[in-house]
């Protein structure tokens, strides 16, 4: 949402600043999830795997992202994530009333 607030080079550091704390804060509690999933023997190949499925993604991301941004803009760009994340919440708001 910060990114849609302006396009000046202050609204994009404190855009990547804000996804590198939510990126960081993610990444680290579910690497302590995930590693207290599997029994001893099993952790260095369960997050062996899990480090190469998450780059991988993050790699076709990355490389994906440029041709998005050509073809759908700056604006379009930023409502996909925010119109997933409501729709993720909105999910889990009902699955909660259940």
Known sequence: ????????????????ILLGLGWNFGFI??????TETYEAHEKHT????????LFTAVAIGNLGSG??????????????PSLISFSCLATLFL???R
Request: net charge negative; glycine share 8%.
């Open 1 to 16: 949402m910060v990114a849609l607030s302006g396009i000046s080079i202050e609204h994009f550091y404190v855009g990547l």
């Open 29 to 34: 509690a579910s690497t302590a999830l995930l």
């Open 46 to 53: 369960a997050q062996g795997l899990n480090d190469t499925t």
């Open 67 to 80: 041709i998005a941004y050509e073809f759908l803009g700056w604006e379009t760009m930023n409502w996909i």
């Open 95 to 97: 699955l909660h009333q």
